[in-house]
């Protein structure tokens, strides 16, 4: 079982500015907010408004999949 790291960097008022493995078509707050409700409890904060997902590479390949689905 692979697991992709997903790093998240967030502005001061804590809107997300940059996230990794974001389909075409979403904004990094909506990719976020889309693994925050799918995968909450794989997300680890960080100090410094940083923070990742640890997600499996199978379960995320199908978040994609969802997202660039119901993106269209």
Known sequence: METIMIHARFAPDGSVVEISERPVGLTPQDWFNLLSDREGDVY?????GRGVFRIEKTK???????AVSSAA
């Open 44 to 48: 680890q904060a960080f100090s410094g």
């Open 60 to 66: 995320l390949e199908a978040l994609k999949t969802e």
